[in-house]
């Protein structure tokens, strides 16, 4: 019901329209390797933040993340600035200290 269905010689622009808008086998293979390593660093990020306290960890993901200034923040958790500051810091030390021990590539 309400389907199209096109033959490649149904115009003169079709097939070659298809054949420079579809990737190719190597492109999707790239995506696929890239989609994996952001996965694997994704995963990487939240067992890292949970070395960090859940006010650090959500700062630190809204702030890096989340593209939000720090006073953005601060206005959204109806705090200081220096506090969403002081907690940012304390979060990057916890984070610091986690990658010390454990490093990425291993």
Partial sequence: YHRAFYSL????????YALEH???PEQLVMLAE??????????ALREALTYA???QARRICAYYLGGLTQQQI????R???SNVCLSIRRGLCNLRRYY???PLGK
């Fill in 100 to 102: 010390a021990d454990h």
């Fill in 79 to 81: 705090v200081h600035n």
């Fill in 22 to 24: 579809s990737p190719s």
């Fill in 9 to 16: 010689d149904a115009f003169e622009w079709t097939e070659n």
């Fill in 74 to 77: 601060a206005d959204r958790e």
């Fill in 34 to 43: 890239e989609r994996a390593e952001r996965d694997r660093l994704a995963a």
């Fill in 53 to 55: 306290t859940p006010t």
